[in-house]
């Protein structure tokens, strides 16, 4: 008798997994036409929005040839919103980097009065339009603002410059690291460090030998977000930087002043270097959620070492 107990308790364990099985298969599977009818929509919706400008950028872009394409590049306007570009994306980047670990530190390590008013705070450049936090730039640091007489004594300029730039780029870009990383952090707990600090090692020998391994993929994948959207911001920026070409225009407000001015060959040739640029933190986002998915996979969703 006790020969079959084991094999009925199989049995009978198989067909509850059976019968879980069929149950899932029943709720979460659709009729063929509901599927071809979803996806159909998605595919329009991302062709018509996505696919086609983009297509149309580069068809633009290179429609009189390779010599007036790259000739756009060779004025002096565009090679240094060129530069300008990649030099506040290189400043406000590594700086959100830093904020981003600290406050995703903080709120998932850490019990402190005020901590969901600090989440709330991370959250605040999602829910305020970026021309509005230009403007708010503008009243603090412009030359009838705020602390605009305390700067022009010490001849300090913010407003139309790099550092108002730089201020801008960095108030809209700070949520997506640490966004990034607060979910993740929170998910793994304090264990691992824990057994760190136990063993002997200090706070920060914790942070680099522990955490930072735990959560490079998140943290590499919150950047290139920071850095997409660094590269690309132009609400923020074009209240601050005061359109001076060849000064203070980035990129995106480069595309503008030679789209204004009918310079449409051109305008298309720097839209399709961000395009392009879009393009490659495409593909490195695609391959991070690959690489961090399977990261979390094989450590079952929770830290490891």
């Not at 149950?23 to 018509?48: D, K, M, N, Q, Y």
């Not at 605040?124 to 602390?147: D, H």
């Not at 009918?262 to 991070?288: D, E, M, P, R």
């Amino acid at each position: 008798m006790s020969e079959h107990v084991p094999s009925t308790a199989q049995a009978s364990q198989a067909e509850r997994a059976a019968a879980q099985e069929t149950l899932r298969h029943s709720v979460t599977t659709e009729a063929p036409w509901v599927r071809g009818v979803t996806l159909a929509i998605a595919l329009a919706f991302l062709g018509l929005f996505l696919i086609l400008p983009l297509v149309t950028v580069f068809l633009e872009a290179f429609k009189r040839g390779v010599g007036v394409y790259l000739s756009a590049f060779a004025e002096p306007d565009a090679q240094h919103a060129i530069k300008l570009t990649l030099l506040v994306a290189a400043i406000a980047v590594p700086l959100n980097l830093v904020f981003g670990v600290a406050a995703s530190w903080a709120i998932a390590k850490f019990r402190f009065p005020g901590k969901s008013f600090l989440v709330t705070l991370i959250d605040l450049p999602f829910s305020v339009s970026p021309v509005v936090s230009g403007l708010v730039f503008v009243l603090l640091f412009g030359a009838q603002g705020y602390f605009g007489s305390f700067l022009k004594e010490h001849n300090i300029q913010i407003i139309f410059a790099l550092p108002g730039i730089v201020i801008a780029t960095v108030f809209v870009t700070f949520p997506f690291v640490a966004r990034e990383l607060i979910p993740l952090m929170q998910e793994q707990g304090n264990t691992d460090e824990e057994a760190a600090l136990s063993l002997g090692a200090s706070g920060f020998t914790a942070f680099l030998t522990v955490t930072l391994p735990n959560i490079r993929w998140a943290l590499l994948y919150g950047v290139l977000l920071c850095n997409a959207r660094a590269m690309g911001e132009f609400g923020a920026v074009a209240v601050v930087s005061g359109h001076i070409r060849g000064v203070t225009n980035t990129m995106p407000l480069h595309i503008e002043i030679l789209y204004n001015e009918y310079n449409i060959t051109a305008a298309f040739a720097v839209a399709s270097l961000l395009a392009f640029l879009a393009l490659l933190t495409l593909a490195a986002k695609s391959f991070l959620e690959w690489r961090f998915g399977h990261a979390l996979a094989g450590r079952g969703g929770h830290g490891g070492h």
